[in-house]
């Protein structure tokens, strides 16, 4: 692969041939075009970010097989005449930036806590609702009971037997039988 854009002009071409089981080639100048030959094993090709723009720069991989021949093919999975093989891009980036890390951490967490608070005040009215709309009910309950009037009469200490008609007076105070009614001192 090399690096991509610009015209001819500055161009160098690069050519390496793999030694061993893996092979490691860095590409330190930008618009290099590298040549890579008998690869059988593994190749690792580094474009470093402090030279080539990782972001805005394309990269282009032209990848050639010159097949086997019969005699390597034995070996292999590959028929006499084919080439295979795997390829891997990846961008590494081994640190992370830690105030943006931390900011959207917290800004995540004053979200998160912020919504648990809104939705526990929510519960809350939703609550004391429930509890004004309970309270209104038995209110309405107890209201709609019947009731009667009910005359008390209390006994003096000598006991004597005394029927009231409804519509008969109270005797005088001063006789020995009182009545009364409501809520007056010893009354129920």
Do not use: N
Not at 55 to 64: A, T
């Amino acid at each position: 692969g090399g690096g991509g854009g610009g015209g001819e002009r500055g161009r160098e071409i690069r050519e390496e041939r793999v030694q061993g089981l893996i092979t490691y080639i860095t590409v330190w100048r930008p618009q290099t075009v590298l040549i890579v030959r008998g690869v059988r094993d593994r190749v690792v090709i580094t474009f470093p970010h402090e030279v080539h723009s990782l972001k805005s720069s394309r990269f282009y991989i032209v990848l050639r097989g010159v097949g086997r021949d019969a005699e390597g093919a034995g070996g292999g999975r590959a028929a006499p005449g084919e080439s295979q093989g795997l390829l891997f891009l990846r961008q590494d980036q081994a640190h992370i930036d830690l105030f943006v890390f931390f900011s959207v951490f917290f800004s995540c967490f004053f979200l998160f806590l912020s919504v648990c608070v809104l939705l526990w005040k929510v519960k809350q009215f939703l609550d004391f609702r429930r509890e004004q709309r309970r309270h209104l009910q038995e209110m309405t309950k107890m209201a709609s009971r019947p009731f009667a009037k009910l005359t008390v009469y209390l006994e003096p200490e000598e006991p004597q037997l005394v029927y009231l008609p409804p519509s008969a007076a109270l005797p005088p105070l001063g006789s020995t039988g009182s009545t009364r009614t409501g809520g007056g001192k010893g009354g129920l």
